[in-house]
């Protein structure tokens, strides 16, 4: 049997850098170590580094009653606000927000300071969304859906700024901003989905393609993970999604001949080599 690994599957590179930064803080500080939410959308890191002693910080109610330590930043990002109150309170910050996301801020401080209307397409409860709310001083609008953005309607002479979460679907992102376009709008729009999004998408569809059954593995909160597992169950009805070898030891898996593996952008190579590992081993 054939088992074809993504050669994008895993950590991306924000990702990536925002774990190694809570990992080394964790290491090498004396003074409590927080992080604004779970560092990454996956159980298994969250919980190694709460045995490490990081603890969650859930929300700004929260975060009003630390008195010390280091506030961490996670590759999400968050709204202006947060700075201003981690910086009120004397909290040590260690910005781990990824530089793609970072960029996403930037453009909507600058396009709503010149009076733009945002238009975010993205998941509204998303936390990459709802920081880059956070960094608009004007109007700002979430699209997500078809219907959605056949129901915007904009002021007459106002001019609109169009930008994405990173992880959201490209062609998607392309369809709505075709149906936002033929309103006739002044706009402007950014296409600032992050390219190794796009690369692990397209390459998960092609192999689930040729796939005879096809695994994805991510935090069952991950974004970008759900995406993956809705583009692989179209082009291969054996899809599967899983969040650790544990999951995939419970699900029975027909006789095929080439199975394929994906995993979102906050999976641990470790996991990806266990389900690899397994799936040589036992099918």
């Not at 050669?7 to 964790?26: L, M, N, Q």
């Not at 930037?106 to 975010?120: D, T, V, W, Y």
């Not at 490209?170 to 690369?199: H, M, P, Q, R, W």
């Not at 082009?235 to 070898?245: A, F, W």
Request: include cysteine; charged fraction near 30%; glycine fraction near 8%.
């Amino acid at each position: 049997m054939e088992v074809i690994v993504a050669k994008t599957a895993g950590f991306c590179f924000g990702v990536k850098r925002a774990v190694e930064k809570v990992y080394e803080e964790a290491a090498g500080s004396d003074g409590p170590i927080y992080t604004y939410g779970p560092i990454i959308h996956n159980e298994e890191v969250v919980r190694d580094l709460e045995e490490k002693g990081v603890r969650v910080i859930d929300g700004p109610d929260e975060l009003e009653k630390i008195k010390e330590g280091t506030v961490i930043i996670r590759s999400h990002g968050v709204g202006k606000e947060i700075y201003r109150k981690i910086e009120e309170r004397g909290l040590k910050l260690v910005d781990a927000t990824c530089p793609f996301v970072l960029k996403i801020h930037r453009i909507a401080e600058r396009e709503s300071k010149a009076g733009k209307h945002i238009i975010i397409i993205g998941n509204e409860s998303h936390p990459e969304v709802e920081g880059i709310k956070g960094w608009c001083e004007s109007r700002v609008t979430v699209i997500e859906t078809e219907e959605e953005a056949n129901k915007l309607v904009i002021n007459f002479g106002e001019k609109i700024c169009v930008v994405s979460q990173t992880t959201f679907n490209n062609n998607k992102f392309k369809n709505l901003v075709e149906i936002i376009s033929k309103k006739g709008y002044d706009s402007n729009v950014i296409n600032t989905i992050c390219s190794a999004t796009d690369e692990r998408q397209k390459e998960a569809a092609q192999i689930a393609a040729i796939a005879g059954a096809m695994i994805v593995i991510g935090g069952r909160h991950s974004s970008n993970t759900q995406k993956l597992f809705e583009l692989c169950n179209k082009e291969c009805e054996n899809t599967y999604y899983i969040q650790t070898l544990r999951d995939l030891e419970q699900t029975i898996i027909p006789p095929v001949d080439c199975v394929g593996i994906t995993a979102g952008a906050s999976t641990p190579n470790q996991i990806i080599k266990e389900v690899q590992k397994y799936v040589r081993d036992e099918f």
